[in-house]
Every structure is written in structure tokens, then in C-alpha cells.
């Protein structure tokens, strides 16, 4: 095991908050793994919260904080509303519990490196899910980007079409958290690639819904500027006010032109159109967990780390520090 964390014994007991996507992936990881025995569940919906754990054979626990006191349980991963992560985090980390959160640790970007020190004094894996980094769009950036020579300008567009608004956390301006700290991975992509970022301005506008506190559309576009000079447009967008969804992905060099629509790639250069093989994104939750466990048991080394990642989010603070709104 590795000896760089306090691991009583193996197989890791694990409690899961949350019931949604990526808690069900994760579910049927630990279920597959020789190193782990999930064994609870708590939601933020009882009803959910019962039918997850009737589906993966485990118990549920009605609340997180009850779920953590639990002492049977070694590791806890946190898959629920945005606005709980740091304080899920915290709590864990001072019941002695191994943690896997995903992105963003907490949308307070300031209590961040609180967090990420509390795990080392208490020598506990503290784990930020980046899986943007494993996805095949990333893989084949990375593999093909000495092919356009040095780059110099790159778009990220993510627009998610909806066609009538419901009244889910990810649209609600409190638990959801400004945008591009949620989604700090479209960030954390490029930071990964091109380093430092000198300059940050962004602006955007949202929608109110007629339920309180929550937004039926919003837009956030960032401009970076990189130390290295290249320049970086991030948009993110959802809801209603968007006919049609996008997912763009173009890096420039004085080279050629990386392109990626989707899970569909190309490369640009001249008159020249080269395809490009790019991986599925279906089974990244599992490989995170997996490459998670191989670092807490055999102590492989992780594929980011916090320190990387807490970048990212600083980056998203710095975006809403300079936010104006568009009306």
C-alpha cells in the first residue's frame, strides 16, 4: 500500500454522496474493484437515495454528515451539489476519511489550499477529478499539437441546448456556483497544456428563471492570456435562449489548425485535411477511479495533481473577479 497515507486495511470501505451520473459511475467501479467494498450512499432525495442504493446493493445513509461519522467507512467520494464540495471535504478530511471529489473542491476558491493542506497533515488522499485530461479530445490535442508548430491562438466553445427549463441545482445561482469555477475543467485543459495565465477578463449575462434563485440560461466567455503568448477564448453556455448545442475545440499554430467537434477531430494544414483518431468519452469516471486506487494502493502516481488543479479554480476566481455583465 502506499505508505505516503494513513490505509488501515485493505479492501477501502467507501460511501458515496450523491446519485447522479457520476456517483452511479463511480458506483459500478468500486462494485468492480478488488481494493474496495462500497457499502453506503446519501442523497440529497430520499427517494433517489433508495433506489441507488437498492440498484448497487448497499445501504442508504439519510444524511452526508451521518454518512461521514460512520467509522466502518475508509474513503468517501463526493458527487453532489457544487456549493457542499469544500465543506463535504473538510469534514471528511477531520473524520480521517480518504476523499475523491469532484471538480471544483469548493467554490470559494480561497478555502481551497485550507483543504488541499488538511489532507497532507492528516495524510489522507485528497483527489480532485480532472477527467478532461484523460478524455480522448485531450489525449489527441496533446499527441498531435507539435504538428501545427508553435500555437498561438485557441477557442473552447461549450453551449448545451435545453429545451424547457426545469428547476435542477446546476441552474441554481447558489448551489451551482459562477460558472466557470463549475466548470473549471474547460480552464483547466488549457492550463494543463500552455502553463501560467498573465491576464484574465471575462464577461456573460444570465437568465432568471421564474423559480427563485435560479437562472433558465446564462453565457460566461473568459479571455486568457498566457504567458507564453497564446491566446485562449473560453465560452460556456446552457439553457433555453440556445437552439443548438456546440462543442468546439480549436487550437491555431503558424503551422496548422488542431480542430475538434465533438468527439471528432482534424488537422489542418494548408490544403491538407488529416482525420484524427479520438478516444471515446465513455468510461472516464471508471478510469479515474481505477488510477485512484492504483495511487492508494500500489502507489502509482495520479494524473494531476491538486496543485495543478487549484490553479484552474484560482483562474475561475480571477474570471469572476473581472465579470461584467452584459444585459
Known amino acids: 500500500m502506499n505508505q505516503d497515507y494513513n490505509i488501515r486495511e485493505l479492501p477501502l470501505k467507501v460511501g458515496i454522496i450523491g446519485t447522479g451520473y457520476a456517483a452511479a459511475r463511480r458506483a459500478e467501479a468500486f462494485n468492480e474493484s478488488p481494493h474496495t467494498e462500497l457499502v453506503a450512499v446519501s442523497g440529497n432525495t430520499p427517494d ?112 448545451l441546448a435545453k429545451p424547457k427549463f426545469t428547476p435542477y441545482w446546476t441552474y441554481n445561482h447558489h448551489d451551482y456556483g459562477f460558472p466557470l469555477m463549475a466548470a473549471q475543467s474547460r480552464f483547466n485543459r488549457f492550463t494543463n497544456i500552455f502553463g501560467e495565465v498573465d491576464q484574465v477578463y471575462c464577461e456573460g449575462r444570465f437568465w432568471n428563471a421564474p423559480s427563485a434563485g435560479y437562472f433558465h440560461s ?78 492508494l494502493t500500489d502507489g502509482q502516481p495520479l494524473y494531476i495533481n491538486n496543485i495543478d488543479s487549484l490553479y484552474s479554480l484560482q483562474l475561475g476566481g480571477r474570471a469572476l473577479d473581472s465579470f461584467s455583465v452584459n444585459k
Request: net charge negative; aromatic share 8%; proline share 2%.
Open 218 to 295: 446564462c453565457w460566461c466567455q473568459a479571455q486568457l492570456k498566457f504567458k507564453n503568448q497564446v491566446a485562449v477564448t473560453v465560452t460556456y453556455g446552457k439553457g433555453e435562449v440556445f437552439s443548438v448545442s456546440n462543442r468546439t475545440l480549436e487550437v491555431y499554430g503558424d503551422e496548422g489548425v488542431l480542430i475538434f467537434e465533438g468527439e471528432k477531430g482534424k488537422l489542418l494544414q494548408g490544403e491538407t485535411i488529416t482525420e484524427l483518431e479520438v478516444g471515446s468519452r465513455r468510461g472516464l469516471f471508471a478510469q479515474d477511479t481505477q488510477l485512484v486506487l492504483a495511487h
Open 48 to 159: 433517489k437515495t433508495k433506489d441507488f442504493a437498492q440498484t448497487h446493493g448497499i445501504h442508504h445513509i439519510y444524511s452526508w454528515q451521518d454518512l461521514i461519522k460512520n467509522q466502518s467507512i475508509d474513503l468517501v467520494c463526493i458527487s453532489n451539489v457544487n456549493y457542499l464540495h469544500g465543506t463535504i471535504v473538510r469534514e471528511a478530511l477531520l473524520a480521517d476519511k480518504h476523499v475523491i471529489v469532484e471538480y471544483p473542491l469548493t467554490i470559494q476558491p480561497a478555502e481551497a489550499p485550507e483543504l488541499i493542506n488538511l489532507a497532507k497533515v492528516k495524510r489522507k488522499l485528497l483527489h480532485i477529478e480532472h477527467i478532461e485530461i484523460l478524455s480522448g479530445v485531450h489525449r489527441a490535442l496533446v499527441d498531435n499539437l507539435h504538428l501545427i508548430g508553435n500555437p498561438f491562438l485557441a477557442r473552447y466553445t461549450t453551449i
